[in-house]
Every structure is written in C-alpha cells, then in structure tokens.
C-alpha cells in the first residue's frame, strides 16, 4: 500500500470494554475492516504503539508486523476458526523445510546433517513424536500420532497466538523450527539461518548480490521476530507495569 503522511502526533493506550485500544491522539485506531482496533493484552498494546510511534514523517505500514497481525486476528479475512488454524499449521509438517534432504552434493547434505538433525532431535524428544527425515521428493512419512500431538499442543494457544504461530510457520517454512523458535530453543538469527541453509549454502560457494541477500535476510528475522513476539504478547497473562511511551 502507498505510504501515508503522518496525520497524528501522539500515541497512547486506554482499556475498553474489549480489551486494550490505540489512540492516535484523540482518534481509536481502527482494522482495515473499520472495527474497532481491540488487543487482548496490555503488553501487546504497547508494543503495538510503538509500532506507530516509531513512524516518522509517513507511515510505512510494511514494517508495522504487529499491526498487520492484530488486524488479521480481528478482521480475520480468511473466517477460519481456532481448528482450522491449527490443522493448517499441521499441514506444514507434511512438506516441513528441515525434514527434505539431499544427497547431493555431498557437502551440502552433511551440512544439512549437522545442522538440522538436533532441530529435529530436540523436537522429537520434546513431544515425545516420531519426525525424521527424507531424501525422497515426497518427504518423510509423518506418523499420525505426531500429528495428533502437535494438533493437541497447539490447542493450548488461543486463537490470536495461533494466528501468529502460522505467521512464524510460513515465514520459515517450517513447523519445527518454528515452535524451536516459540519455545525458545532457538535464537530467530538461528530459526532463519536453518530455513534458508541451502540458499546459505549456495550464497557461500557461488556469492551473492550483497543488498538483495541483506535486505532478505533482514526483512525475515523481523518477521519472524514479530511473529514469536505476538505469540508470546497474546499469551502475556501477567501483568505489565504502567509504562507507556516515552520520548
């Protein structure tokens, strides 16, 4: 979308009957589907002013994550309820980005070796599920049971966390590195360099085109940073000391 000129000069919070709402001076922040710009918790709230606080002289709207999440979450585009969230998470699984291999080269599969086994490891045994691995174009064949568990685990999160764990999942292409991530097994630094490992690969042995991979590079850990942090923030059930904005 176009950027907009900034129309607003200060950012507060204020709690409303459905939770916490953004106030852009003395206007409510609104969804793009003109409903009232409501969070869940204060956390959230705050780190969604910020978003907009940070904005200088235009909004750039693309680099507010977490106001396109919450608006997701509200506006829900899609009208997909908490099960269907939680089976499209699933289905990752199916063609997860750790669980393809190859055989050749040989350095690139040794590397995948070394790198993504304790991912897929440490899932394992976190769960208590079978995952391994395929060098076969089809991929691994997922028991059922693993799916089972996963679909119980992630019914745990309420509906704005699972909008948000999806957000993570198709950022890295990746349903175990991202709950790596979410669980906090894992930096997003680390999260992003095992989803792109064979672009890493490549990049190493051939080179690259140096603004293109950075500004790549960049733009993924935000979002995946964004999306683990929304996660957490939509979780958030403890309470936050009285802290707005400050210059």
């Given at each position: 979308?176009?950027?907009?000129?900034?129309?607003?000069?200060?950012v507060?919070?204020?709690?409303?009957?459905?939770?916490f709402?953004?106030?852009?001076d003395?206007r409510?922040?609104?969804?793009?589907?003109?409903?009232?710009?409501?969070?869940?918790?204060?956390?959230?709230?705050?780190?969604?002013?910020?978003?907009w606080?940070?904005?200088?002289?235009?909004?750039?709207?693309?680099?507010?994550?977490?106001?396109?999440?919450?608006?997701?979450?509200?506006?829900?585009?899609?009208?997909?309820?908490?099960?269907?969230?939680i089976?499209?998470?699933?289905?990752?699984?199916?063609?997860?980005?750790?669980?393809?291999?190859?055989?050749?080269?040989?350095?690139?599969?040794?590397?995948?070796?070394?790198?993504?086994?304790?991912?897929v490891?440490?899932a394992?045994?976190?769960?208590?599920?079978?995952i391994?691995?395929?060098?076969?174009?089809?991929g691994?064949?997922?028991?059922?049971?693993?799916?089972?568990?996963?679909?119980?685990?992630?019914?745990?999160?309420?509906?704005?966390a699972?909008?948000?764990?999806?957000?993570?999942?198709?950022?890295?292409k990746?349903?175990?590195?991202?709950?790596?991530?979410i669980?906090?097994?894992?930096?997003?630094?680390?999260?992003?360099?095992?989803?792109r490992?064979?672009?890493?690969?490549?990049i190493?042995?051939?080179?690259n085109?140096?603004?293109?991979h950075?500004?790549?590079?960049?733009?993924?850990?935000?979002?995946?940073?964004?999306?683990?942090?929304?996660?957490?923030?939509?979780s958030?059930?403890?309470?936050?000391?009285?802290?707005?904005l400050?210059?």
């Open positions: 979308p176009p950027e907009r000129k900034r129309f607003y000069q200060n507060s919070i204020s709690q409303g009957e459905g939770g709402e953004i106030n852009l003395h409510k922040l609104k969804t793009p589907q003109a409903k009232l710009f409501t969070v869940p918790s204060k956390a959230l709230a705050i780190a969604v002013a910020t978003e606080d940070s904005q200088k002289d235009t909004i750039k709207s693309y680099t507010m994550h977490l106001t396109t999440l919450c608006n997701t979450a509200l506006d829900n585009p899609t009208q997909r309820n908490k099960a269907q969230l089976r499209a998470a699933v289905k990752f699984l199916e063609t997860d980005t750790v669980c393809y291999r190859v055989e050749e080269p040989a350095a690139l599969a040794e590397l995948q070796r070394n790198e993504w086994d304790p991912v490891t440490w394992e045994k976190r769960y208590n599920v079978a391994g691995s395929s060098t076969s174009i089809l691994p064949n997922i028991p059922a049971s693993t799916k089972e568990t996963f679909i119980s685990h992630l019914a745990s999160y309420n509906i704005w699972l909008q948000g764990i999806e957000y993570v999942i198709t950022q890295l990746s349903l175990i590195l991202s709950m790596g991530l669980d906090r097994h894992i930096t997003v630094e680390k999260a992003v360099l095992l989803s490992l064979e672009e890493e690969y490549q190493q042995r051939w080179g085109v140096e603004w293109a950075d500004y790549d590079l960049c733009e993924l850990r935000a979002r995946a940073a964004a999306g683990t942090l929304f996660v957490h923030l939509c958030e059930s403890s309470t936050v000391k009285h802290k707005l400050q210059d």
